[in-house]
């Protein structure tokens, strides 16, 4: 069977979600590389994979496959279903929970803040420190919530890894490189649960090819 192909640039935390599944799954893959900065992604081509001109897409066989938390259920679907706790109807429930809560509550609090301390500086563009403050207020609330979560349970669905957590790594991973990742200091429980995420094999081989600053220091700029 011929390995799946997955297109994008390894920086890219929806790429990660994606590749930490892979890895996480055993599954044979390999990149195909794009360039951002050289508009890959806005060629017909690509267009013709996703029509929304983002990255990632995965490609199996004859099935083309875009969104990245889609990838990833599909992913571990076929390779490693117990990531999502299939045939356990209270668990699988729980990790569609918390993946729902990575989406629509962390991922809108932590993305402007990777993008106005990281990316924005290193793009020439004005940081905005007051949207910076009002999302660090905001994510203290809901690291409460993890805290709160996290001190009942290893791990976020329950004493198992899940998806649920995998899914948070990718823009965590550049969370904790701003000067804001003292936050977790106050949440020990989520510190934790953090460092073990650290520690998967799948993580370290995925977080070696994202370096803090997206690629700009070495003029590795996807």
Request: with cysteine; aromatic share 10%.
């Amino acid at each position: 069977m011929a390995p799946m192909k997955v297109y994008g640039w390894a920086v890219s935390p929806w790429m990660a979600r994606v590749l930490v599944c892979l890895e996480e799954a055993g599954a044979e893959y390999e990149i195909v590389p794009m360039s951002r900065s050289g508009g890959d992604h806005r060629q017909p081509d690509h267009l013709a994979r996703n029509p929304f001109g983002e990255i990632p897409v995965l490609e199996d066989g004859d099935l083309t496959l875009y969104q990245s938390r889609g990838v990833a259920r599909y992913i571990l679907r076929k390779c490693k279903p117990e990531l999502l706790r299939a045939g356990n109807l209270a668990e699988s429930a729980m990790v569609d929970v918390w993946l729902d809560v990575e989406a629509l509550q962390l991922e809108p609090i932590v993305r402007p803040i990777v993008a106005n301390c990281i990316l924005y500086p290193l793009e020439g563009c004005y940081r905005d420190q007051k949207i910076v403050e009002e999302k660090i207020e905001k994510l203290k609330k809901l690291l409460e919530v993890y805290e709160s979560r996290l001190s009942c349970s290893k791990y976020l669905a329950g004493d198992f890894i899940s998806l649920a957590d995998l899914s948070h790594f990718s823009f965590m991973r550049y969370f904790m490189a701003t000067e804001y990742a003292d936050q977790l200091d106050t949440y020990p429980h989520v510190k934790a649960w953090w460092a073990a995420l650290l520690a998967r094999p799948s993580v370290k081989k995925v977080m070696a090819g994202m370096p803090p600053d997206f690629g700009f220091g070495s003029g590795n700029i996807p």
